[in-house]
């Protein structure tokens, strides 16, 4: 089995420091498992591109592993925050599809 398709509950969190960005961590179970089936293909930074679908917003971006957590980071542009009226501490759901 290859998913490519996750459907995922976290928590927003503020990277600190002068250009502030938010993420959100993709929990450690499907990090792993986007690691094992799509590692391979990863990009610059171990990047791996991604259609996100948050509330009625879809974009495509892509994740970061965070090798100190043993997670993937997903970043969320100012623009998305805005029209999905995220703060730092909501808990958001979302899905990501791997596009490899």
Known sequence: MNPTEYSIKAKVWLYPGEAAWYFVSIPN????????????????????????????TVWKTSIF???KLGEYLL?????????????KD??????????V
């Open 29 to 56: 179970p499907y990090s792993k498992e986007i690691k094992k089936y799509f590692g391979e293909a990863a990009r610059g930074w171990g990047s791996l591109p991604v259609k996100v679908t948050l509330g009625s």
């Open 65 to 67: 592993p965070d090798k």
């Open 90 to 99: 909501s808990t958001i759901s979302f899905r990501i599809e791997i596009l």
């Open 75 to 87: 970043p969320l542009k100012a623009e998305i925050r805005k029209r999905e009226k995220i703060t």
